[in-house]
């Protein structure tokens, strides 16, 4: 069974620069999730997909961050436009959730570089 | 506001060695803890989870305890390998299928 893919692995841009990244999860799994990693630090969650709709993206910056995941299956995270700062391991998840049982599967992550 | 704590940071131990990584998060009421592992440059495997009315949960040379009362995890691996070298992360599931993580403990496992 095929994991959960990301691409791309690694991206540079210039800042104010647009960049999008693209998750796919494991087939059958209701729930996606992006995170964020900087340096050093745990993920930290961005936003909360169950099936095609948004249920948590409070921590979405949201003036420059969008995020959409047509069909309920595969998912787009967009910065518009990137700062110095965005530059972190973007992470994609996802899980079955099963009750209270809710594990989650990572993906390799999009490294992105803000130059 | 949950927080998950892992302590150490960073650990450096010769092959062989049995080894315990701890974890200790402020708020009780969680669903499950999970244990991961990232390799650098990498993302993250999931070790193991620890659903809340489970105190233990094991695979092959790993074992994870969760005392849910005094908000503490610990992950122990036992003969310990280089391979076994990596960043080992904690994060608790507090409900919404929402895990706050840990920064991790680096452990290094020299031949």
């Known amino acids: 069974e095929a994991g959960v893919v990301q691409s791309p692995r690694y991206k540079i841009i210039e800042k104010k620069q647009p960049v999008a990244f693209w998750c796919n999860p494991i087939s059958g799994h209701n729930t996606l999730y992006w995170y964020l990693q900087n340096l050093g630090q745990g993920p930290e969650l961005l936003i909360r997909?169950?099936?095609?709709?948004?249920?948590?993206d409070s921590q979405l910056p949201k003036d420059r961050f969008s995020a959409e995941r047509l069909k309920g299956v595969d998912s787009t995270l967009k910065i518009q436009p990137a700062e110095l700062g965005d530059s972190a391991v973007y992470l994609c998840a996802s899980s079955l959730a099963t009750g209270e049982v809710n594990e989650q599967y990572f993906g390799p992550g999009t490294r992105l570089t803000v130059t | 506001k949950q927080e998950v704590t892992q302590i150490p940071a960073a650990l450096s131990v010769p092959e062989g060695e049995n080894l315990v990584l701890n974890c200790s998060f402020t708020?009780?009421?969680?669903?499950?803890l999970q244990w991961f592992r990232q390799d650098p440059g990498k993302g993250l495997t999931s070790l193991l989870l620890i659903q809340s009315s489970q105190r233990e949960q094991t695979s092959g040379r790993l074992n994870a305890s969760l005392d849910k009362s005094s908000g503490r995890s610990t992950l122990y691996i036992a003969a310990s390998q280089p391979g076994d070298s990596a960043t080992y992360l904690c994060?608790?599931?507090?409900?919404?299928?929402?895990?706050?993580f840990g920064k991790g403990t680096m452990l290094l496992v020299s031949p």
């Open positions: 708020d009780s009421a969680i669903y499950n």
């Open positions: 994060a608790v599931d507090s409900g919404y299928s929402t895990l706050t």
């Open positions: 997909y169950e099936n095609e709709e948004a249920v948590d």
